[in-house]
């Protein structure tokens, strides 16, 4: 009965390749965010969907790309990754303003 | 756009001891504020919001916060401090406009250390 999940809760990838990270909540919100924190535990946003539309997109690579099949999902892919992408990734979503967080993806790119 | 200063990276604090973080925020418009935890390795958790109404707004395990709208400040307390709520705090600021996105703006955060 996971509110918010995320996979793979660890990724540990070499430099250049591709990878995705999935998130899902299954308390019927409306938007969705994708967040960053990085190794000085500062936390930032990437994007943000309400109802599979893109309504936040802070300047972020293009090699990041958030999809949304769906309200209940929200998908990071990211593309020639490279060493400045480790980090943590939380998915979250939202209902009236109250943001409620995944566990978190630790991306470590060697 | 908002901005979130905690003041203190570190707070030590004995056991069974009162614990205050500071949070101030700038704003333009008017907001929500947020307490979240981390503990290590983990996600984070919410622990309190003020959205509207009482400025004093009580959240999980024993901690309470103040909005000030005079300070722009939502300070976090707790009376009597525990080992386990040794974690990172951090305070978030969203806007509270209807429509918006109301994405959060985080605090660097605060490591609260409780010692025996």
């Known amino acids: 009965d996971t509110a918010v999940s995320q996979t793979p809760k660890y990724l540990v990838t070499q430099m250049g390749n591709d990878k995705s990270i999935k998130c899902e909540q299954n308390l019927g919100h409306d938007t969705m965010y994708w967040y960053k924190q990085d190794s000085k535990k500062f936390l930032k946003i990437m994007f943000s969907?309400?109802?599979?539309?893109?309504?936040i997109n802070e300047t972020v690579p293009n090699r990041f790309s958030p999809k949304s099949p769906d309200k209940a999902h929200l998908n990071l892919h990211i593309n020639s990754l490279e060493l400045g992408d480790s980090a943590v990734y939380f998915c979250?979503?939202?209902?009236?303003?109250?943001?409620?967080f995944g566990p978190g993806t630790r991306l470590l790119v060697l | 756009a908002q901005s979130v200063t905690q003041l203190d990276s570190q707070v030590p604090v004995f056991e069974e001891a009162p614990v205050e973080l500071r949070c101030n925020y700038s704003?333009?418009?008017?907001?929500?504020l947020f307490w979240y935890v981390q503990y290590p390795n983990q996600g984070l958790q919410l622990l309190l919001k003020y959205l509207s109404g009482s400025t004093l707004v009580k959240g999980i395990n024993g901690f309470e916060a103040e909005f000030n709208k005079s300070q722009t400040s939502f300070h976090l307390r707790k009376p009597s401090v525990h080992i386990s709520d040794t974690a990172e705090y951090f305070c978030?600021?969203?806007?509270?406009?209807?429509?918006?996105?109301?994405?959060?703006?985080f605090g660097s955060g605060t490591q609260l250390t409780v010692l025996p």
């Open positions: 969907y309400n109802n599979k539309e893109l309504i």
């Open positions: 979250a979503s939202s209902l009236s303003g109250t943001q409620y």
């Open positions: 704003s333009s418009v008017s907001v929500y």
């Open positions: 978030a600021v969203s806007d509270s406009l209807s429509g918006s996105a109301r994405q959060l703006t």
